[in-house]
């Protein structure tokens, strides 16, 4: 018995030594500058919208579209990857993250067809998405409907 857990720490100590070492701290920190660039841009987006005489309603819907065509370009470029690659989770801006999905989907199967490749598989990561929107906006619907 003795044997088997020398075994298994000396095996632990190579694990150890040749794993990578998690840096949390420095990773958080990119995370929430790049999740925060992100956000800043949409509430400039938004108050530039109002100033050029949109409403709050609007000048949210515009933001918001605007958000989704940035990121997709950037993605389109491979810029968007880079971006990832810095600020980890905080590129997972729900509204840039999902739009970088759905285009870097498409690009990657594009080769096999705009009906087979690029139509259908942009929806691999979209389509749960959209169907628990979709399930959970009609049941809160309901639920506020009865109340």
Known sequence: MSNINQVKSEYQKIVD????????????????????????????????????????????????????FISAVMTAFNVYDNVGRFGGAG??????????????????????GYIYGLGAKIFTIAGPVIVFGTISSVIIGIIYYFI
């Open 17 to 68: 030594k040749h794993s990578p070492k998690n840096k949390v701290f420095v990773n958080s920190i990119k995370a929430f500058f790049i999740g925060g660039i992100i956000c800043s841009l949409g509430q400039i987006l938004i108050d530039s919208y109002m100033f050029w005489g949109l409403s709050f309603p609007e000048a949210s819907t515009w933001a918001t579209d605007s958000l989704i």
């Open 91 to 112: 590129a997972l801006v729900p509204i840039t993250g999902f739009a970088n999905s759905m285009v870097s989907a498409g690009m990657e199967y594009k080769k096999e």
